[in-house]
């Protein structure tokens, strides 16, 4: 059987939202008036950074073709509202200048780290929701969601919570010895978020349930996950055991991630000798 969960008080870091089972998923979510705020920061910051990059380009291009010019507005239009955003969020894990001074980050929908993906499908809808319609459609998306999701959350399955909290947080599923070959070779990449996160729901409350509805519950959990996880399962292996090492597989290949993800930012923002 698993390891029974301790809990106890932590203050929320970095290393607490990289888990691939969802860790992230126990930090409230943002506001509406903290993801107001912290928005407000970021559209200055781009404005800005749009009105300084049209006055060196209209001072660089003095005397140029009208239609150069024109295509160089829109080709710095994209590095503005969409590149510039995407990559920030990307090297910084989900974290805008806004979240960043408000204590905010972006995360998957199963608790985990963005992406690249995640974060330009945010940059893109964000422009259409934020910019071209003033904010409204993002605004009334937040109100009325129970994570408080834009529309270009909702696209790219990801929410934005608070990280500076203290919160209750439950060990993370350790990975049983006899099934970590399985896992280390098995392909676990088309796990849905909804199913990862039942798991992990049932794994931290596990000891609060009599050993029957326990088993039966594993069984029924495993028999879910069969069919997005190749190869099967070792025959015979404990239920609760199997769901015990797809977690653990999952949150170490984030783990892995995240730091080629770091040794990445370190090379590019290290100055070269």
Same mark, same amino acid.
């Not at 691939?20 to 200055?44: H, Q, Y």
């Not at 972006?106 to 499908?121: E, N, S, Y």
């Not at 959350?153 to 006899?178: C, F, I, K, Q």
């Given at each position: ?158 929410? !934005?919570? +608070? ?6 947080? $439950?060990?993370? #599923? /350790?990975? =049983? @010895?006899?099934? %970590? ?35 039966? !519950?594993? +069984? ?6 069969? $069919?997005?996880? #190749? /190869?099967? =399962? @070792?025959?015979? %292996? ?36």
């Amino acid at each position: 059987m698993s390891t029974p969960p301790t809990t106890e008080f932590a203050t929320v870091t970095d290393d607490d939202l990289v888990t691939g089972e969802g860790v992230a998923l126990d930090l409230p979510p943002a506001s509406l008036g903290v993801r107001m705020a912290s928005g407000l920061i970021d559209v200055t910051v781009t404005v800005l950074l749009l009105v300084v990059v049209l006055v060196v380009l209209s001072i660089a291009t003095i005397g140029a073709d009208a239609a150069l010019v024109d295509a160089a507005v829109v080709l710095l239009s994209v590095v503005v509202f969409a590149i510039f955003p995407t990559t920030l969020e990307t090297l910084t894990r989900g974290r805008s200048l806004g979240k960043l001074a408000l204590g905010l980050r972006t995360v998957r929908d199963d608790g985990g780290p963005i992406t690249f993906h995640h974060a330009l499908v945010r940059a893109l809808i964000g422009y259409v929701e934020i910019y071209a319609f003033a904010g409204t459609p993002a605004f009334f998306s937040i109100l009325l969601s129970k994570r408080g999701k834009r529309l270009g959350d909702y696209a790219a399955g990801t929410h !934005v919570v +608070r990280e500076r909290v203290v919160l209750r947080l $439950p060990s993370p #599923a /350790p990975m =049983p @010895p006899e099934l %970590a070959g399985w896992a280390a070779g098995a392909d676990i990449t088309a796990l849905p978020t909804g199913l990862a996160l039942a798991i992990r729901q049932f794994l931290g409350r596990a000891d609060l349930v009599d050993p029957v509805s326990r088993d039966q !519950v594993a +069984r029924s959990l495993a028999a879910e996950l069969t $069919p997005y996880v #190749a /190869p099967a =399962p @070792p025959r015979g %292996a404990p239920a609760e055991r199997v769901l015990c090492a797809v977690l653990a597989e999952r949150r170490e290949r984030d783990r892995r991630r995240l730091a080629r993800e770091e040794e990445l930012r370190r090379r590019l923002w290290t100055p070269q000798g």
